[in-house]
């Protein structure tokens, strides 16, 4: 294996082996079940934007604030695949800013995954999410 292919396995695994791996997102747990994955309201009381574990990598979960709440009911979400449409590296939750950006390139998506920044040129792979009174719920199909 050569060693960019690697480090980026060890990144998206999140085994932590590799403390200045800046591609290991905090992940939260779902519930999978039909092909759609269960992520509770909870997780965005504090933050905006989740990570969640699927197949070699993750997809962001972001929370968009329609109206100003601290109600995570009263908002709509959106999700992408974390995985960079430029190199396929595994992309971060940009702190600074509402969005994604790449550390391999540096490449900068918005919360949808449409780029902002290249040199990516295809947008993000994107999810129809919708949500009850408890989970977000990401339709993987």
């Known amino acids: 294996m050569h060693r960019r292919k690697f480090i980026q396995t060890v990144c998206i695994a999140g085994v932590g082996i590799m403390s200045g791996c800046k591609s290991t997102p905090e992940r939260v747990h779902v ?14 009381i504090q933050k905006n934007t989740v990570s969640i574990a699927f197949e070699q990598g993750a997809i962001g979960v972001t929370r968009l604030i329609v109206e100003p709440s601290s109600d995570p009911k009263a908002n709509e979400y959106t999700a992408v695949l974390l995985k960079c449409s430029h190199m396929g590296c ?27 920044k290249g040199p990516a040129q295809e947008p993000l792979k994107q999810f129809i999410t919708s949500s009850n009174n408890e989970f977000v719920i990401v339709h993987l199909s």
């Open 90 to 116: 595994a992309i971060d939750v940009n702190r600074n800013d509402m969005g994604f950006i790449c550390p391999c390139h540096g490449a900068k998506f918005s919360p949808h995954g449409e780029v902002v």
């Open 31 to 44: 519930l999978k079940k039909n092909n759609k994955l269960f992520v509770p309201l909870a997780e965005f």
